[in-house]
C-alpha cells in the first residue's frame, strides 16, 4: 500500500531514509508498525494515493493490481470487477 510520510525517519528493516511528504510502498503489516510509534505516526494513508482508477494520461488509466487500461468507463468497470473479486 501506499503510504505518505509525515515525519522524517530511517527505516530499520531496509535502512533507507525517508523525509516528510515522499510516498512510499510498506506492506499493510508494516503500516500499521509505523502508525503505532509513540507520539505522533511516521505515516498516514492519503486520500489520492490509494484512489482507483488513476488518470496516468493519454486516456490511459492505473487499476489497484497495476494493470493499466484505456478509456474512463472501461477503468471504472474494471476497478469495479477487481473489488468484487477480494
Not at 28 to 49: I, W
Amino acid at each position: 500500500m501506499k503510504v505518505k510520510v509525515l515525519r522524517a525517519f530511517t527505516d530499520k528493516p531496509n535502512k533507507m531514509t525517508h523525509k516528510v511528504g515522499k510516498i512510499i510502498e510498506v506492506s499493510e503489516e508494516r503500516f500499521e508498525e509505523l502508525k503505532a510509534v509513540k507520539g505522533k505516526p511516521l505515516v498516514e494513508v492519503p486520500e489520492a494515493a490509494n484512489e482507483f482508477p488513476k488518470h496516468v494520461g493519454g486516456g490511459h488509466y492505473e487499476l489497484s493490481n497495476g494493470e493499466k487500461v484505456k478509456g474512463k468507463d472501461e477503468a471504472i468497470e474494471a476497478e469495479n470487477l477487481i473489488k468484487e473479486a477480494e
